[in-house]
């Protein structure tokens, strides 16, 4: 009885002492019985299941790695596919500098997982980045025949969307100069070697004490003076040359990334930077094709991403949707000439909507009598011929005495310019007008991928030039597409497919 009394009593303060307390982990000292393994610390729904399982079934001797076979002599190196790996987990969280990654392969036990806890420096992270762009861009590629033939992309009747974005370069818009703005540095440049030339007298002549910089401080200052000088002229002379090959186009050249452009951006302003057009499946919006340019616009874009998303689906036949930036009849004739359906809205002529004249679409071409159909029902008719331009125009002379001249044109007369790819041109509006459903299902599945893109490569390229800037396109694509693969099929199917392809490979 006197037991059964101080047992209940003992209880009643544990219960009481319990619930005056936090939730506390184990004792850092205390160790296990068995130890713990890393395995356990990885969820069975992680990403880097879906990583693993990817680059476990590449053949990447096949593919251009640097160092993929491991040399006969010499210290091991870290092996191809585990820097991969490493770089498509970065890739996959934001976390994309070659330091982010070394840190956390020490910390994070997803990366020491994936890595088999190999924590490779900084230097040997970025170094593979920066010479395995080509193997970046094969890997890319080969994962949408992998897409292809898991039936993710290529329905019977495929349907693309073309759709392009502006990323920032690894390089400020200032770095992008002009000749003017070359000259102009220059002579900054020079004052300030002059300035400081006279400052390192005067140090020579104050008293001791007096607080002066010293002699290196200024040598050093002097010696990054003297590298931006000589990278100008070197710009100076790339600006003449250009500007002697084509007089007409304004030259620019960048110092910092030499082949980065300066882009107009669409609410006003510029952007150092690379023109990105993908061509996109509707189907499950994952990327067939891609390319980084230099382009200003998307004008010249249609044929080559249209054919390029047909070849990468084994396509015959393909429907390609685009916004009006990409309106261009000698494209669309291209498109058609090659199975391509193209479905792109035509642009109103931005002087007539400024002026708020009418638009073109409200002259109809008679293709019997090769005349326009004015708004007043008057007949234009072809005064002019561009062999260059391939482009005819058309006017009438009833203009003078129009009722509606002021609702029509500024000028003496209405002039309207005809493609001669125009027919091409009107089929593919003419499509785009008939389908409002296709033109709401471009602008629904294009957007997608770039606000991931950019969101992947905040603040813009970590490398500099066109070829490796391909390759980080190329790592950010391979890594969207693999995130929507996951998401649309789940991680354990995704994985046996990728086991199913390994063995299909021989990989
Ligand atoms: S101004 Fe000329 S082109 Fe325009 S509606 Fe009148 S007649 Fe036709």
Redesign the pocket.
Known sequence: MRRWYVELISKTARRTTMAHQHKRGIARMQTALLPAAVEDYVRASSVVRVIDGYVSALHLAGVGFAKSVPADTGRPGYAPDDLLRLYLYGYWNRMRSSRRLEVECKRNLEVMWLMGQLAPDHKTIADFRRVNAGAFQVVCGQFVQFLRESKLVGSSAPVVAVDGSKFKACASKKSVVDSEQAAKERKKIERRIAEYLKEMDEADRAEDGEAQPTDEQIEAALERLRKRDKKLEQAQIELAAKQQVSPEKEARVGLTDPDCVLLKQKGGGALAGFNVQQALDTQHHLIVAHEVTTRGNDHTSLESMATQAQAALKAESLTALADCGYMNGEQAQACEDQGVTPVVPMPERSNTRAAQC?PQTM?TYDQATHT?R?????M?KRYKRDRAKRTDYY??S????????A???KSK??S?ARSWFADAAERAHQRAQRNPDLMRLRSASAEHPFANLKWMLHGGFAVRTLPKVKGEMALAVLTYNLKRAANVLGISSLIEKFKLSAALNGA
């Open positions: 009418y002259f326009y004015c708004p007043a029902g008057e234009l006017w009438t009833a203009c003078a005495r129009c009722a509606l001249k609702n029509c044109t007369r209405r309207i």
